[in-house]
């Protein structure tokens, strides 16, 4: 039997031009195995509210989740609310947030945000992506995070680097920029979908589609995938 990095590429050769990655029916199954896979699935990041979150999601630039939970809860004791961190002096907030990385970058955006946000919205983060992209530090993947995960409002599907990475792998894309993976993903999902679609995504490339080494052979997509890269296959040599 062939090795299981050339079975993946043998399976991935055999479907040839004839494989629709984009068939309806193979994303539906997608879908639905990742929602019987990752059921309540939630942001990973710990908040409160929809201004917590928003910092958060900040601070989550190139940093893991892991990370700003551990610090977030020491940030939010000391300034709980925007009008405190609008407040607050850049070094206070930088000593907090030193060990999430950029954090000099990070505390500007943070501040930036809070006195904005305390200015302009009441304190309160803003329901719109047009309002949510004027705060400092907010890019379209945070306002997607906390229209999403906060309000429940399906404006985008959020692309970090796991869904980026298992988009491509599951072929939904051939686009490489976090716009442009949006852009392909809005148009094959059910926009009442596009909210969950990403926190399974990011579940299933934290545990089982590692970028280093996926676990092929624990993978509930294995036999929709057709990646030329997998460690496993269940599909004919």
């Known amino acids: 039997m062939a090795t299981a990095k050339r079975a993946g590429k ?9 494989r629709n990655p984009l068939d309806p029916a193979r994303v539906a199954a997608i879908l639905d195995i990742l929602a019987r896979t990752y059921p309540g ?40 609310t ?6 607050a ?17 990070k505390a500007k955006s ?5 006195e904005l946000v305390v200015r302009e919205f009441g304190g309160k983060i803003p329901q719109t992506m047009e309002e949510i992209l ?9 306002g997607n995070v906390v229209l999403g995960s906060w309000y429940g409002i399906a404006v985008g599907v959020v692309v970090d680097t796991h869904v980026m990475r298992l ?20 148009k094959i999902l059910p926009q009442d979908r596009w909210i969950n679609f990403s926190h399974e995504l990011i579940h299933h490339g934290r545990q089982v589609c590692v970028a280093r080494k996926p676990r092929c052979v624990d993978c509930t997509l294995e036999t929709l995938c057709y990646s030329a890269d997998k460690t496993w296959s269940s599909h004919p040599a």
């Open 89 to 105: 002096s850049l070094p206070e907030i930088e000593e907090l947030i030193r060990t999430t990385g950029f954090f000099r970058n």
């Open 110 to 114: 943070i501040k930036g945000a809070a």
């Open 82 to 87: 925007p009008k405190a961190m609008a407040a």
């Open 10 to 18: 043998t399976a991935a050769k055999k479907g040839g031009p004839k």
């Open 41 to 80: 699935v939630v942001c990973a990041l710990t908040h409160r509210n929809a201004w917590e979150l928003t910092v958060a999601t900040i601070l989550s630039a190139q940093c893991t989740d892991v990370r700003v939970n551990i610090v977030t809860p020491a940030l939010f004791k000391t300034f709980p």
């Open 134 to 142: 004027r705060l400092p530090g907010v890019a379209r993947k945070t």
């Open 167 to 186: 988009s491509r792998r599951l072929e939904l894309t051939k686009e490489t920029s976090p716009e442009k993976i949006e852009r392909d993903l809005m």
